[in-house]
């Protein structure tokens, strides 16, 4: 039941933000209730929209709120800074994390997520870390994906699918190989 509500807010959230800026927020309830009715064979958008992607992580759909928010009150909710480094670490840990859990070496490290504690201390270190720097939307993506880990808010019980996800992967690698393209042109102008 969790999922499938989840699945409807993170559904029309994106379709919400794929929208003109100046859309009314009344939209988003519409978008919501239409996410949940159902559509062919008795399942609603929201339970298509979980078969193709699954559960998202909790980091992928609180960066999507976090947008959301950042739409209706005009503040962002993290500064340049913690976005990219946010986004760094995303990508590097994917980017090491994917190969290696589907066997291009003999570590797997998907099985840390069952209850490793070397795991658990290098995420609650991460989250102390992002608090001591005052990124605190890092700190409240890290601490909410710990506590629904804890309570086994999504249907997996590995801490990895509550952290990462492919959709989040690939929008932050992008995100950064765009900043790094992008970053790399300006130089080159500037000599």
Known sequence: MIGWILSALTLASLVFL???RRSNPLILIALIAACLLPLFYNLSAAEYFRGF????????QLLLYGALFSRFTGAPLYNCCEKWT?????????AL??????????????????SSYLM??????????AWQRRWYFSTLIISVALLGWS?????????????????????????????LFTTYLQRAKKK
């Open 18 to 20: 794929l929208l003109p």
């Open 53 to 60: 992607f699954g559960d998202l992580s909790l980091t992928t």
């Open 86 to 94: 946010l986004f760094s670490l995303i990508a590097i840990t994917g």
């Open 97 to 114: 994390f994917y190969p290696f859990a589907l066997g291009l070496t003999y570590t797997d490290p998907y099985i840390w997520g069952f």
């Open 120 to 129: 658990l201390a290098i995420v609650v270190t991460l989250a102390l870390l």
């Open 151 to 179: 309570f086994g808010l999504l249907e997996s019980r590995n801490l990895w699918d509550y952290l990462l996800d492919p959709a989040i992967f690939i929008y932050t690698a992008m995100g950064c190989l765009i900043k």
